[in-house]
């Protein structure tokens, strides 16, 4: 099993940057594809960014892609979110998510493992 806790969100003005981590717990971490996501008020929970077991490929929706980037350290068992020139629809709750499976966690992360979330709000 896998435990994932966020750290990070704040409150930031629109154009600004702010960077989340995401510490997971377990021997495994390597072999997990990890990701983000985001969850707005009144909304669904969407894709954000996807990294596989070694950093090398990531994925991005249209949305982020550009601005955010993310990246993980295996000796540390973390996995990072940077994320740039931040809009006011940025505003979400970001989540962790650990999947097996890299079709799962380009989607919805069905099955999968999620961190408890941290609140992000970008201002204007």
């Known amino acids: 099993q896998v435990q994932l806790v966020e750290t990070g969100g704040g409150l930031v003005q629109a154009g600004g940057s702010l960077r989340l981590s995401c510490a997971a717990s377990?021997?495994?971490?390597?072999?997990?594809?990890m990701g983000w996501f985001r969850q707005a008020p009144g909304k669904e929970r969407e894709f954000v960014a996807a990294?596989?077991?070694?950093?090398?490929?990531?994925n991005y929706p249209d949305s982020v892609k550009g601005r955010f980037t993310i990246s993980r350290d295996n000796a540390k068992n973390t996995v990072y979110l940077q994320m740039n020139s931040l809009k006011p629809e940025d505003t979400a709750v970001y989540y962790c998510?650990?999947?097996?499976?890299?079709?799962?966690?380009?989607?919805?992360?069905?099955?999968?493992?999620w961190g408890q979330g941290t609140q992000v709000t970008v201002s204007s």
């Open positions: 990294i596989n077991w070694s950093g090398g490929n990531t």
């Open positions: 377990g021997r495994t971490f390597s072999r997990y594809y």
């Open positions: 998510a650990a999947h097996t499976l890299w079709s799962r966690i380009l989607r919805t992360n069905d099955g999968g493992y």
